[in-house]
């Protein structure tokens, strides 16, 4: 490849990275559907000026999916690529020291919202198969792009697409660039994901809210009866109350588990850096790479009802929602864990209340064979830049749509470019350049390496 490239380009790459940051593409927000549109015509016309033989903004029910293909290079592999243009939203505002849709570099930082979640990685895949593309902006290899913009809130646009056009995932390898370094200078594979079960949890006990004098003392109040089952379905400990759900979880091999404890770890630090906590909860018999990577988790994100105004309001609310989740780990399937948690919800609905439960989104986990012969030459591209091979890791995070990728029989190789510390989903989200500018030269690496192993 051309390894000047970076060096040659770098003002150029930041106003061009400054340019996709700028496009607001909140994807869970309905009054920016006008921006995701121009987030993905951003890459249609990046991917049309790198010289793809196909471009193709694909509509669905949702924000558009975006496909390409490099110029056809017969006898050569054919290499998946896949991101998201979409990002989370960005409150609380007055928590970030620069605007964050206004990309600001301070310290070698790239501080914005989607720089490492995932439009920096993005971009750095973009660029580095620019940096292999020959004069004429053929490149040693096949490459097909596919990025999404549902991945942050749920949607199912690419998943109904891959559905009914599962080809479009025949390749020899994907590539997934959405994930971290496990540390600074220590890449990382991924060998699984976590999925997830996202659903909003009603609770009514009355027909409208009452006076909490007139009534207090003998009206069910929808919230207290809310948190009460809430609290009921994961004990202090830290255990859900689903026994099958335990049951069910494929524990990690006695390799995977040896693997982790040669982690560099120092928990001191991680509880107050990365937590930012006084003490870590959770089921205390497993360790925390267990409670993060390998278990299921079942969490709150919010509740709604009654009186939450400025002042005081004597009420006794009728109804109360919770946005809930459960990550699920090997052996828990979205749609089984989906029926338990709606059969423990109605188990623990007093007589004298009604509840509704409604699955928002899910994904099944993911677990991957990182021993398949695709990881050799992203191996040797990250000990070649970074002067180490990746680490076997697995996420505590999810990409609903992993599992689709492998279906035609690709490997899916998940890794990427960020840091722990970038603080994905927070104010002050960032991207270290260095971890940039070196993601270039790897995945340029990887792509040549990887042009000169046989297709299928
Ligand atoms: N990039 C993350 C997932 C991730 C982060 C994986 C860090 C591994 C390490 C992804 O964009 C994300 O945040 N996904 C959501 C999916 C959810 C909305 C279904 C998640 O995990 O919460
Ligand atoms: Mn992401």
């Known amino acids: 490849m051309d390894t000047q490239f970076v060096a040659r380009e770098r003002a150029r790459l930041l106003r061009e990275l400054t340019e996709?940051?700028?496009?607001?593409?909140?994807?869970?927000?309905?009054?920016?559907?006008?921006?995701c549109r121009r987030a993905a015509q951003w890459l249609i016309t990046d991917l049309e000026r790198l010289g793809c033989a196909k471009v193709e903004l694909l509509e669905g029910n949702g924000h558009p999916v975006v496909w390409a293909e490099s110029p056809k290079v017969e006898?050569?592999?054919?290499?998946?690529?896949?991101?998201?243009?979409?990002?989370?939203?960005?409150?609380p505002l007055d928590e970030?020291?620069?605007?964050?849709?206004?990309?600001?570099?301070?310290?070698?930082?790239?501080?914005?919202?989607?720089?490492?979640?995932?439009?920096g990685q993005v971009f750095c895949l973009l660029r580095a198969?620019?940096?292999?593309?020959?004069?004429?902006?053929?490149?040693?290899?096949?490459?097909?792009?596919?990025?999404?913009?549902?991945e942050e809130c749920g949607g199912h646009a690419i998943d109904e697409l891959l559905e009914k056009e599962p080809e479009r995932t025949k390749a020899d390898a994907a590539l997934v660039c959405d994930m971290n370094y496990y540390a600074p200078g220590l890449?990382?594979?991924?060998?699984?994901?976590?999925?997830?079960?996202?659903?909003?949890?009603?609770?009514?006990?009355?027909?409208?809210?009452?006076?909490?004098?007139?009534?207090?003392?003998?009206?069910?109040?929808?919230?207290?009866?809310?948190?009460r089952l809430l609290a009921d379905l994961k004990d202090a400990s830290g255990k859900i109350a689903i026994p099958k759900l335990y049951k069910s979880v494929i524990k990690p091999s006695k390799a995977e588990l040896r693997d982790w404890n040669r982690l560099p770890f120092k928990k001191k630090e991680y509880l107050r850096e990365?937590?930012?906590?006084?003490?870590?909860?959770?089921?205390?018999?497993?360790?925390?790479?267990?409670?993060?990577?390998?278990?299921?988790?079942?969490?709150?994100?919010?509740?709604?009802?009654?009186?939450?105004?400025?002042?005081?309001?004597?009420?006794?609310?009728?109804?109360?929602?919770?946005?809930v989740s459960l990550r699920l780990v090997p052996g828990l399937p979205f749609k089984q864990v989906a029926a338990w948690l709606a059969r423990a919800v109605k188990q623990r609905t007093p007589k004298y209340a009604t509840t509704e439960v409604k699955i928002l989104h899910g994904g099944d986990p993911v677990q991957v064979d990182v021993n398949h012969p695709a990881f050799g030459p992203l191996d040797a591209a990250f000990k070649e830049v970074v002067g180490?091979?990746?680490?076997?890791?697995?996420?505590?995070?999810?990409?609903?749509?992993?599992?689709?990728?492998?279906?035609?029989?690709?490997?899916?190789?998940?890794?990427?470019?960020?840091?722990?510390?970038?603080?994905?989903?927070s104010p002050n989200e960032k991207l270290d350049l260095q971890q940039l500018w070196d993601g270039i030269v790897v995945f340029g690496r990887f792509m040549e390496l990887f042009a000169a192993t046989k297709p299928a």
């Open 75 to 91: 006898g050569a592999p054919t290499l998946l690529i896949y991101g998201h243009y979409d990002v989370q939203p960005v409150d």
């Open 187 to 227: 890449p990382a594979v991924y060998t699984a994901l976590r999925g997830m079960c996202y659903a909003e949890i009603s609770m009514r006990t009355l027909q409208r809210d009452l006076h909490s004098g007139t009534y207090g003392g003998v009206a069910p109040n929808a919230i207290e009866e809310l948190v």
């Open 96 to 119: 970030w020291n620069s605007p964050p849709f206004e990309a600001t570099v301070r310290d070698g930082k790239l501080y914005a919202r989607g720089t490492a979640d995932d439009k």
């Open 388 to 425: 180490k091979p990746a680490v076997r890791v697995r996420a505590g995070g999810s990409i609903p749509i992993i599992p689709r990728l492998g279906t035609m029989g690709a490997p899916v190789l998940l890794t990427g470019i960020g840091l722990p510390d970038d603080g994905l989903h």
């Open 129 to 150: 198969y620019e940096a292999i593309l020959d004069a004429n902006q053929r490149p040693p290899l096949n490459v097909h792009f596919i990025f999404e913009g549902e």
């Open 274 to 323: 990365e937590v930012t906590a006084k003490a870590l909860t959770g089921l205390k018999k497993y360790s925390t790479f267990e409670r993060t990577w390998a278990l299921p988790t079942f969490e709150i994100h919010g509740i709604k009802g009654g009186f939450v105004g400025e002042g005081a309001k004597t009420v006794i609310p009728a109804a109360a929602t919770a946005k």
């Open 20 to 35: 996709f940051l700028a496009i607001p593409s909140i994807s869970a927000l309905p009054s920016h559907a006008a921006d």
